[in-house]
Nanobody, 121 residues
């Protein structure tokens, strides 16, 4: 079955960096666009970034542009998110998610349990 295991979260000071990883299994990874989504305490899910199936294109929500970078390794079935210049408002549970078959930018159909990122001094 489709599974994702995220890792790399933690407690970091404002201005710091983290690299999140997502190990995918149970489907043809290189046939799907992939996303990172986050959910802050008391709020709904917020889309963060999407990369195309081949990793050649990416989109970001405005609040993370220039600070976060999404990437993927299709041979290893891994998705990454590099988080730089972190701010307290980036504090959230970050999870990776799969775009549905035939869709790149809209929606997601499977997601993992997430990894917690806390930005605090």
């Amino acid at each position: 079955q489709v599974q994702f295991v995220e890792s790399g979260g933690g407690l970091v000071q404002p201005g710091g960096s983290l690299r999140l990883s997502c190990a995918a299994s149970g489907f043809n990874f290189n046939s799907h666009a992939m996303k990172w989504v986050r959910q802050a305490p008391g709020k709904g899910p917020e889309w963060v970034s999407t990369t195309t199936a081949d990793g050649d294109r990416a989109r970001y929500t405005d609040s993370v542009k220039g600070r976060f970078t999404i990437s993927r390794d299709n041979a290893a079935k891994m998705l990454y998110l590099q988080l730089n210049s972190l701010k307290p408002e980036d504090t959230a549970l970050y999870y990776c998610a799969r775009s549905p078959t035939g869709s790149t930018w809209a929606g997601y159909d499977y997601w993992g349990r997430g990894t917690q990122v806390t930005v605090s001094s």
